[in-house]
């Protein structure tokens, strides 16, 4: 059995206890904290199940047999000069949830979902309550957990019924999940959103010279690094299909024993396009979208920033001259 999937449905069930139509502020604190203590621990049960090894903070080899394999070293030998030296730190929430996504598609899709959650969970651990928008965040927790929970358990291969505190409690969930989807559908508002930015670009790609100084600028932006990011990436505009610019963060942290830093993946925070003027670092439509996925298969390589393209706007494309 993997330690951290039992752990993961145990947390999901105390969600499940707290969360209700009218939570009072225990609850809703409950709800948000379980309901991102499992997800971390769904995110370590993917990982561990590929290495476990890919867990830990200190990964040299003294360490990862201390903590691993202590049990099969043979008789008077040992991993470290007293069993107490183990560095037994995980990895956190996020890099967790990056190194997960590359093998379970619930967590690649939820991304954005669950950074919001996490960011919930911060507010509750780091700041005050007071600072909660209460309702959005009862939404938010109604909206997502049993749509979340199915399709973990699609993935993972568990019964959904474990991550309920009751089977009358799964129906009120899913019930109140599907009345809240009602009135808030992405697809229809997302779709909207870009057939809106595309009559933008329509009415502007006529323009070639505009046209053209948008792109130098576009490119120009992939020079402007910060310290700590956000970090920008070109990919194709959902919208207008031209370069787009996609603003990401990693995700890492230090390896505490080699004292050196390491990263796990990146994340979209938001997209602008300057061709149709597209913008947005709502979680929710950067899921929708996709652009965790559109990041990751970006070209590598950047583009040069200096050469010139033309652009044809009978093809709305750019060719080098």
Same mark, same amino acid.
């Given at each position: 059995?993997?330690?951290?999937?039992?752990?993961?449905?145990?947390?999901?069930?105390?969600?499940?206890?707290?969360?209700?139509?009218?939570?009072?502020? #225990?609850?809703?604190?409950?709800?948000?904290?379980?309901?991102?203590?499992?997800?971390?621990?769904?995110?370590?049960?993917?990982? &561990?199940?590929?290495?476990?090894?890919?867990? *830990?903070?200190?990964?040299?080899?003294?360490?990862?047999?201390?903590?691993?394999?202590?049990?099969? *070293?043979?008789?008077?030998?040992?991993?470290?000069?007293?069993?107490?030296?183990?560095?037994?730190?995980?990895?956190?929430?996020?890099? +967790?949830?990056?190194?997960?996504?590359?093998?379970?598609?619930?967590?690649?899709?939820?991304?954005?979902?669950? $950074?919001?959650?996490?960011?919930?969970?911060?507010?509750?651990?780091?700041?005050?309550?007071?600072?909660? #928008?209460?309702?959005?965040?009862?939404?938010?927790?109604?909206?997502?957990? &049993?749509?979340?929970? $199915?399709?973990?358990?699609?993935?993972?291969?568990?019964? $959904?019924? #474990?991550?309920?505190? +009751? =089977?009358?409690?799964?129906? &009120?969930?899913?019930?109140?999940?599907?009345?809240?989807?009602?009135?808030?559908?992405?697809?229809?508002?997302?779709?909207?959103?870009?057939?809106? &930015?595309?009559?933008?670009?329509?009415?502007?790609?006529?323009?070639?010279?505009?046209?053209?100084?948008?792109?130098?600028?576009?490119?120009?932006?992939?020079?402007?690094?910060v310290a700590g990011g956000p970090y920008?990436?070109?990919?194709?505009?959902?919208?207008?299909?031209?370069?787009?610019?996609?603003?990401?963060?990693?995700?890492?942290?230090?390896?505490?024993?080699?004292?050196? +830093?390491? $990263?796990?993946?990146?994340?979209?925070?938001?997209?602008?396009?300057?061709?149709? #003027?597209?913008?947005?670092?709502?979680?929710?439509?950067?899921?929708?979208?996709?652009?965790?996925?559109?990041?990751?298969?970006?070209?590598?390589?950047?583009? =040069?920033?200096?050469?010139?393209?033309?652009?044809? =706007?009978?093809?709305?494309?750019?060719?080098? +001259?």
């Amino acid at each position: 059995m993997n330690k951290y999937l039992d752990d993961a449905l145990y947390n999901l069930r105390r969600a499940s206890r707290a969360l209700s139509d009218d939570m009072g502020k #225990d609850e809703l604190c409950d709800a948000i904290v379980y309901f991102a203590f499992g997800i971390e621990k769904v995110c370590k049960a993917v990982v &561990h199940d590929v290495n476990p090894v890919l867990l *830990l903070e200190a990964r040299s080899p003294e360490n990862v047999v201390a903590v691993l394999y202590a049990d099969r *070293l043979r008789p008077g030998a040992r991993a470290l000069e007293g069993k107490e030296k183990a560095n037994q730190s995980l990895i956190p929430f996020q890099p +967790s949830m990056l190194l997960a996504a590359r093998f379970c598609s619930t967590v690649q899709n939820n991304i954005g979902t669950f $950074t919001q959650l996490a960011e919930y969970r911060g507010v509750v651990a780091h700041r005050s309550v007071s600072d909660l #928008d209460s309702r959005e965040a009862a939404e938010f927790l109604l909206r997502n957990f &049993h749509p979340t929970v $199915t399709h973990l358990s699609e993935d993972l291969n568990f019964e $959904t019924t #474990d991550c309920f505190e +009751s =089977p009358e409690k799964e129906i &009120h969930l899913q019930v109140a999940s599907a009345h809240l989807a009602e009135g808030d559908n992405a697809a229809t508002r997302v779709q909207a959103l870009l057939a809106a &930015h595309r009559r933008i670009w329509n009415a502007r790609k006529c323009d070639v010279a505009a046209v053209e100084r948008i792109d130098i600028d576009s490119r120009l932006i992939q020079g402007n690094i910060v310290a700590g990011g956000p970090y920008p990436a070109l990919a194709p505009c959902p919208a207008c299909g031209q370069d787009a610019i996609l603003l990401y963060k990693f995700a890492g942290g230090v390896d505490s024993e080699e004292g050196c +830093s390491y $990263t796990t993946g990146r994340y979209v925070v938001a997209i602008c396009c300057k061709f149709c #003027d597209l913008c947005t670092e709502n979680l929710k439509d950067i899921d929708y979208l996709k652009l965790n996925e559109l990041l990751a298969s970006a070209a590598k390589s950047k583009q =040069p920033i200096m050469r010139r393209r033309t652009f044809d =706007p009978q093809t709305e494309r750019f060719r080098w +001259s």
